[in-house]
């Protein structure tokens, strides 16, 4: 009796241990997940040179990027191949496994789910049934249609402006649509804390995606009979029609049948020999499924969790496909991103690819390949790019990858070579640094031959590092193998040498809105010329703008009805003032007595002259105009603008 005893309490505590375990597995890819997120935000303050990427595997981009590029044959804004594999491999997941990045990777599902936890230990969290639930589980096929719609239509991902993950961790950035985003972070946050898991049942569009997957025999025949209708019989369906009839098919399937087909292959099975209906199973279950009522588990909200395997208190009594697979999702899971990450490594899909030569021309065109190009940098500056490059005579077509910065270009080697395609390529850049010193009779000038210098951005660094010198006055740059780099400079501040040596640093740092940042080059020179030393007045008519425009019926007056104006003009030669003059220019023409502005260059500065009637005007007055603390402006759109006066005459 005493051993019969001792069994029962033993098989008592063994059944209370297991009902105790926890799905580690599970857990430690949360966790995972939730670090990588960590790293992300804290690498840019200590790697200045190093910009997060929030989305770099995200496989909703990746589906949303794979649908434009087969709408458009272009990628959505900023995806690359790897959010791409990783779309590809969500899908592939869901055939076989169910919906595994919902489960263990996805954070908006990890973060509400625990926030419906906290609801429910507070005995303020609630599960919708019935009516109410299913008509509420159509919202996320909108939200789906939408998404998708404006994602393919612009190449630009729409679902940046409402994402409550990437509008928290970009700091609510440019992309992200304030109202949008503080609708789907109520929804998220609170709704989901008083309602079990409100955010992915009822609103989020790649759980909506996912099901449509899970249905895979519709899934697979829709996509089929359109792709037939569009490629076999050549008609012309717009893709929306195939976006619309997938999400219908969604709304009716999960609204009326609330449950999974033949796919996903694996699912939770339940001995009910051995069950004792403890309904531990239903507690556990994060998206409230009645395991203990089923035999097998092929609810649509099933995510493959194995929650309820893990905490069963039952031997073999939950499984997967009646077999003791406890580990496979969490291996699956690792495995499909595995592999999604070496597709990714050895494929690259081009952010646009288009080809106007002719099917001949194409199979003898050539390629150049330029890389580096950090102006190619999304969908909008790709067509930009490809549009210039359709100007060239002999170019055939264009790939540009905004992964790596770098573009292919197609072209007819009889008509153009590489190096008229690289000279098209490339943007001169004029950039002016500091304004010359009165006293400084001479301007010197060098030319610098700078290797892996070529698009603007580098110009942009050697312009942020320049500034951080005395004596370098501006620079522009002009095509050659390699780049040419004309430096003006003042020959007392700084030397020739000392210039080859700002070039060549390795690094940038530089301060912006209170922040710090920092970025790394490469330049090398290969070659210096020192050019002839130019006049002060000289370089000012190279390097700056003139200014000069008459107004007020300038041409309605005689010579002797005029007389002139002509003053020292300070601060002209700022770089950050460069665009004052015009407003300063605006602001004169309030005295109908001026008539005409011009900018003069001379050897100790700019110089301002002004022609006025005499019978209108004078010198006082013109001069009290000009010292006003205030701009009077005339835009464009026949407004008016004050703005603070920056000079003093």
Not at 72 to 95: H, K, Y
Not at 159 to 170: E, G, L, N, Q
Not at 504 to 513: F, G, I, L, P, Q
């Amino acid at each position: 009796m005493f051993i019969l005893l001792k069994l029962i309490i033993l098989s008592d505590l063994t059944s209370m241990a297991k009902a105790l375990k926890k799905n580690y597995y599970r857990i430690a890819l949360q966790w995972l997940v939730l670090t990588g997120i960590v790293y992300l935000l804290v690498r840019p303050h200590i790697d200045k040179t190093y910009t997060a990427d929030f989305e770099a595997y995200c496989p909703f981009g990746g589906l949303q990027a794979l649908s434009s590029f087969l709408a458009n044959n272009s990628l959505a804004c900023s995806m690359t191949t790897t959010q791409i594999a990783m779309g590809l491999a969500l899908i592939l997941g869901i055939f076989v496994f169910s919906k595994l990045f919902c489960s263990y990777l996805c954070p908006i599902g990890t973060f509400t789910e625990w926030l419906g936890r906290a609801g429910k230990k507070l005995k303020m969290n609630f599960v919708i049934t019935g009516v109410a639930d299913r008509l509420l589980r159509v919202f996320k096929y909108a939200v789906l249609f939408i998404t998708f719609y404006y994602s393919v239509s612009s190449s630009e991902l729409f679902c940046k402006t409402f994402d409550p993950y990437y509008a928290v961790f970009s700091g609510f950035g440019s992309d992200v649509v304030l109202s949008y985003a503080i609708m789907a972070l109520f929804l998220a946050i609170p709704g989901s804390f008083f309602i079990r898991q409100f955010w992915c049942k009822y609103f989020c569009p790649l759980s909506a995606a996912s099901n449509i997957f899970g249905f895979g025999f519709v899934f697979l025949g829709i996509t089929a009979v359109y792709t037939l209708l569009t490629l076999g019989f050549g008609l012309n369906i717009n893709w929306i029609w195939l976006l619309s009839a997938l999400s219908l098919a969604g709304v009716i399937l999960e609204t009326t049948r609330m449950k999974f087909g033949f796919f996903p292959i694996v699912k939770i099975t339940r001995e009910a020999n051995t069950c004792t209906s403890c309904k531990l199973c239903d507690k556990v279950c994060p998206m409230a499924i009645k395991i203990s009522e089923i035999p097998k588990v092929d609810h649509i909200d099933c995510h493959l969790c194995g929650d309820c395997v893990t905490r069963c208190p039952e031997p073999d009594t939950l499984k997967m496909n009646r077999r003791n697979l406890n580990r496979l999702p969490a291996v699956a899971t690792v495995a499909l991103v595995a592999i999604g990450l070496a597709f990714a490594s050895i494929t690259d899909i081009p952010t646009i690819s288009l080809k106007w030569g002719t099917s001949e021309q194409m199979d003898e065109a050539g390629i150049y390949h330029q890389s580096g190009l950090k102006s190619v940098k999304c969908f909008g500056s790709a067509m930009s790019f490809a549009n210039h490059m359709k100007e060239l005579p002999g170019v055939l077509g264009v790939e540009a990858f905004v992964s790596d910065f770098s573009v292919k270009v197609y072209f007819d080697k009889s008509v153009t070579d590489e190096t008229k395609i690289r000279e098209s390529i490339f943007t001169p850049v004029t950039r002016i640094i500091a304004a010359p010193s009165s006293t400084i009779a001479e301007v010197s000038v060098s030319e610098f031959a700078v290797d892996q210098f070529f698009d603007p951005s580098d110009a942009r660094m050697l312009f942020i590092r320049s500034s951080q010198y005395s004596g370098i006055l501006a620079f522009e740059t002009l095509f050659g193998e390699p780049v040419h780099t004309r430096i003006y400079y003042d020959a007392q501040l700084i030397s020739e040498a000392e210039i080859n040596q700002v070039i060549e640093a390795k690094k940038v740092e530089w301060e912006s809105d209170g922040n710090l940042f920092e970025a790394k080059t490469n330049f090398k020179v290969a070659s210096v010329t020192s050019r002839e030393n130019m006049t002060q007045s000289q370089y000012l008519a190279r390097i700056y703008e003139p200014v000069e425009m008459s107004f007020n019926g300038y041409e309605d007056y005689a010579p002797e009805q005029l007389d002139s104006l002509e003053l020292d003009f300070p601060g002209a030669a700022d770089p950050a003032l460069s665009d004052m003059p015009w407003y300063l220019l605006s602001h004169v023409s309030n005295d109908k007595g001026v008539v005409r502005f011009q900018t003069l260059f001379t050897n100790s500065g700019i110089k301002l002259r002004l022609i006025y009637v005499q019978k209108l005007t004078n010198r006082d007055k013109i001069i009290t105009l000009l010292n006003q603390p205030e701009l009077d402006i005339h835009m464009s759109d026949g407004s008016r603008q004050v703005m603070k006066n920056p000079y003093k005459f």
